[in-house]
């Protein structure tokens, strides 16, 4: 299952997932903070994309090992 998580095609797809989900999220969330230079939480940016990235990942490996 690891070898799968770390296939650089499924890296790099969840990379993309990450980066465009959380960047919507983090505008829908912290928009105001971000626009107007106000305190943003760092914590919850990153966590804004490293959620995409484990769902995209993980529906990748499921996806996967099912068809093996």
């Known amino acids: 299952m690891y070898r799968i998580a770390f ?17 919507v999220l983090n505008l829908i969330n ?3 903070q971000l626009v107007h230079s106000g305190s943003v939480n760092l914590l919850k940016c990153l966590l804004t ?19 093996r």
């Not at 296939?7 to 960047?23: E, F, N, Q």
């Not at 959620?51 to 090992?65: D, E, F, K």
């Open 30 to 32: 912290q928009g105001d």
């Open 49 to 67: 994309y490293t959620v995409p990235y484990c769902v995209a990942t993980y529906g990748a490996v499921s996806a996967l090992a099912r068809v």
């Open 7 to 23: 296939r650089p095609d499924i890296v790099k797809r969840s990379l993309i997932v990450a980066l465009v989900v959380g960047t």
